[in-house]
Each structure stands twice: as C-alpha cells, then as structure tokens.
C-alpha cells in the first residue's frame, strides 16, 4: 500500500517562499520517478514538477519553471518541492504523486496524497 503525506504548505504574500514535502512509504522510493500537482479553486488538477527515479532529471510547467524546485532525498524516502517568488496564481491545493514510471509522470498517476493548502496573496 503506496502512502503519500504532504507538509508545509500555509499562507504567503506575493514574492514569498514555501517549501512542500511528501513522505513516501509501502513501497521501494527509489525505484520510480515522483511529481507534484495542484488544483486551484474551480479549475482541473494540473501538473506541475516531476523528478525522475534516481533524481536526474526534472520537468516543470512553464508557470513554475525557474521559480519552483523539485528535488528527493531517498534516504528519507521524501520529495520536497520548494517555491520561490510565490504568486496569487499559484494558490492551490497540492498534491504528491507517483506511478510506476521511472522518468514520466502520466496525467493520472496510481497515487496521490491527502493535499496540502497554498495561499497567496496580494
């Protein structure tokens, strides 16, 4: 049984930094890539990091990228996505997420965690 348990999130000013961070169990970490998605008031869940199995490479959203970093410890079995420059725009809920992948993340990954809220305002 895959567990995934979002931390850190909160409320921000605009140009504020948050650091989020999901812990990973039931499974082997270091065998499969890990992602970050968010969901905004009325809108669809959306992608926004990825960081492959063995931490190589990393993919972002063009909304997030040079702003936001994704990045895992698997001694810890964690993955960590921090924020920087915060904007209102990136107030959401967000959501660790894994699959069986070793690089992708599908659209629809098997597993999610619970979400942690972002605010930020103006």
């Known amino acids: 049984q895959v567990q995934l348990v979002e931390s850190g999130g909160g409320s921000v000013q605009a140009g504020d930094s948050l650091r989020l961070s999901c812990a990973a169990s039931?499974?082997?970490?270091?065998?499969?890539?890990m992602g970050w998605f968010r969901q905004a008031p009325g809108k669809e869940r959306e992608f926004v990091a990825v960081?492959?199995?063995?931490?190589?490479?990393?993919y972002y959203v063009d909304s997030v990228q040079g702003r936001f970093t994704i990045s895992r410890d698997d001694a810890k079995n964690t993955v960590d996505l921090q924020m920087n420059s915060l904007k209102p725009e990136d107030t959401a809920v967000y959501y660790c997420a894994t699959d069986y992948s070793r690089y992708a993340m599908p659209t629809s990954p098997r597993y999610w965690g619970q979400g942690t809220q972002v605010t930020v305002s103006s």
């Open positions: 960081i492959s199995w063995n931490g190589g490479s990393t």
């Open positions: 039931g499974r082997t970490f270091s065998s499969y890539a």
